[in-house]
Antibody, heavy 120, light 108 residues
Framework: QLQLQESGPGLVKPSETLSLTCSVS??????????WSWIRQPPGKGLEWIAT???????YYNPSLMSRVSISADTSKNQFSLKLSSVTAADMAIYYC????????????WGRGTLVTVSS | EIVLTQSPGTLSLSPGERATLSCRAS???????LAWYQQKPGQAPRLLIY???SRATGIPDRFSGSGSGTDFTLIINRLEPEDFAVYYC?????????FGPGTKVDVK
């Protein structure tokens, strides 16, 4: 059964870079049927799309975060990653990786999420 | 950026009742590119509806979506105990792809 699993530090200091990885099991991120995304949710709040990558290397970013965000993929490991620089308390959130089918920009499969706290 | 507003904020109902959730967009959502998700405490969102009215794989037919333009509705017929959760709408007609603030359906 397809699974997405987020991993990375649960605590990041202000002004530093948040780095997360999503490992995909039982499906290849190199296929053409899906795109691979990051979405976040501050505790008790709503959802925010961050970035998406396609197997071709094409990347898509939320303009509100574009200056600080980078998404990349390692097809040999079947993983994709997120980097968010210059974090502040406002970046504290549960970060989800998710799959987007090539039929539209909705998200049909999600990882369980990982909480990232920003604190010194 | 398209801003989504969901109402009501909280809907208190009993099992077996019908839930009607509203999602309104600040601009027309192109081609009814609207999705609905269900989220339970401590869990990731689950896709329920895409394209305003198409049920995702494995979603029971008591969930139905409708609407176009700026007004969309999610109906849950005959609420089951497992349906009490928060529901989010999301537009994907234009970037950035945005979510509504959610409607909580809780037990009356």
């Amino acid at each position: 059964q397809l699974q997405l699993q987020e991993s990375g530090p649960g605590l990041v200091k202000p002004s530093e870079t948040l780095s997360l990885t999503c490992s995909v099991s039982y499906d290849s991120i190199s296929g053409s049927d899906y795109y691979w995304s990051w979405i976040r949710q501050p505790p008790g709040k709503g959802l925010e799309w961050i970035a998406t990558i396609y197997y071709t290397g094409s990347t898509y970013y939320n303009p509100s975060l574009m200056s600080r965000v980078s998404i990349s993929a390692d097809t040999s490991k079947n993983q994709f990653s997120l980097k968010l620089s210059s974090v502040t308390a406002a970046d504290m959130a549960i970060y989800y990786c998710a799959r987007r089918p090539n039929t539209g920009w909705y998200f049909d499969l999600w990882g369980r999420g990982t909480l990232v706290t920003v604190s010194s | 950026e398209i801003v989504l507003t969901q109402s009501p904020g909280t809907l208190s109902l009993s099992p077996g009742e019908r839930a009607t959730l509203s999602c309104r967009a600040s601009q027309t959502v192109a081609t009814s590119y609207l999705a609905w998700y269900q989220q339970k405490p401590g869990q990731a969102p689950r896709l329920l509806i895409y394209g305003a009215s198409s049920r995702a794989t494995g979603i029971p037919d008591r969930f139905s979506g409708s609407g176009s333009g700026t007004d969309f509705t999610l109906i849950i017929n005959r609420l089951e105990p497992e349906d009490f959760a928060v529901y989010y709408c999301q537009q994907y007609g234009s970037s950035p792809f945005t979510f509504g603030p959610g409607t909580k359906v809780d037990v009356k």
